[in-house]
């Protein structure tokens, strides 16, 4: 069972970047599609992006599309977000979540294990 820990959130002027990350400390995360998501207060769980098990295929929400990219190191069981040119719409709590499946999905109900999620502000 996949336990994921996200860290590398904070807080960053507009235009800065940030690089996320998403571990797990059970089971194969090579085995896992992982899906990013945020939520800003008040609003709905968006997809953000997604990256297949191999990490050769990716999907990106239209609002962050040419400015975030995910990438993963399955042998150091890592995701990564990297988020650049950021926007102060950008700001959410940003969470990883995993299946086990080699299917891309935008549907957050569709993914078995989530992270806790980690803060990320930008100021204008």
């Known amino acids: 069972q996949a336990q994921l820990v996200e860290s590398g959130g904070g807080m960053v002027q507009a235009g800065g970047s940030l690089r996320l990350s998403c571990t797990t400390s059970g089971g194969t995360f090579s085995s896992y599609a992982v899906g990013w998501f945020r939520q800003a207060p008040g609003k709905e769980r968006e997809f953000v992006a997604a990256?297949?098990?191999?990490?050769?295929?990716?999907d990106y929400a239209n609002s962050v599309k040419g400015r975030f990219t995910s990438s993963r190191d399955n042998a150091k069981n890592t995701v990564y977000l990297q988020m650049n040119s950021l926007k102060p719409e950008d700001t959410a709590v940003y969470f990883c979540?995993?299946?086990?499946?080699?299917?891309?999905?935008?549907?957050?109900?569709?993914?078995?294990?989530w992270g806790q999620g980690t803060q990320v502000t930008v100021s204008s």
């Open positions: 990256i297949s098990r191999s990490g050769d295929i990716t």
């Open positions: 979540a995993a299946k086990l499946t080699y299917v891309l999905n935008r549907v957050a109900p569709q993914y078995d294990y």
